[in-house]
């Protein structure tokens, strides 16, 4: 095979980096037009193929400082998907809250697997999105009701129903629904160790004619975020259909902690699962204020394309 040639090389990889540069100013661009949306949930893959390219450049020896260039321009995207490696936990101690969501696809989850999931991770509160009646009565058959008996939020058809379950009592806060196709349960627990308000997040996806309804629910959702008081602990769990590379989301968000970038975990990938494209970006949070992370992590449960995920939380009593 023919080696291409200097000039050939040094204009790969300037378009490289200028590709690169163009990427990473998405993030800043708050839009819901051309699709950017959708370019910014593919932010960190972008960044791992341009990483992939640059590091050919190297391997046909070209050195030059446009090449330089390249790989610190590839290596952005990566380091602003990943977030902090560093864990800023604290020690688990009795009392802690694990708090799980799970999107069901249209409730075709494996009850069976999710509950098995529950039990072994002593979940104390589930957020249950896209969940059905036909879900919800077999999710009862294996066993939900016994682990979870509380429920707030109501099982809807297709993708409209989203429920909140716990171990402890809740109160349910219907005046602070936010406005929607799918549902947004809110909820107290009162818990031994404490109280919290926990939200149910499920706002549209960013595609086709539905862009502008998930910009505009995010923006609901940031108002709400706001108002609420700061002086009792704050959960948000669920699917969020978005990512920390969109705008809207950092923005919806801001004052929130995300327990998987305090865990250290990284880039955490929950959709989509078990498809031809792997997992490549995290739209399912567990998000909190007023408390402190002990840890967080994810599973998979079969026929369903999201991933779960979990929080084990220190609530103040």
Known sequence: MRRPSARTRRLAAAGLTVLVALLVSTRWWDTHRFQVPVLQA????????????AALLLALRHRTAATVLAVLAALVPLLLAGGSLRSDTVAARP???VVMSANLQYGRADPAALVTLVREQRVDVLVLVEVTPDAAAALRRAGLDRLLPQSAGSPRTGADGT????????????????????GSPVARVRAPSGTYVVKGVHPYPPAGELVAGWHRQLRDLGRWVRAQPTDEPLVLAGD??????????REATAGLTDAHRAAGKGWVRTWPVGQRVPPFVQIDHVLQRGGRVVDAGSATVPDTDHAVVWARLRVPG
Do not use: K, M
Request: proline fraction near 9%.
């Open 42 to 53: 593919a932010f960190p893959v972008v960044g791992a193929l341009a990483v992939g390219w």
């Open 95 to 97: 009392g802690d809250q």
């Open 163 to 182: 429920v909140i379950r716990s171990r402890h009592p809740l109160q349910t806060l219907e005046n602070a629904q936010v406005p929607g196709l799918f």
């Open 240 to 249: 969020f259909n978005s990512s920390s590379a969109h705008p809207a989301f």
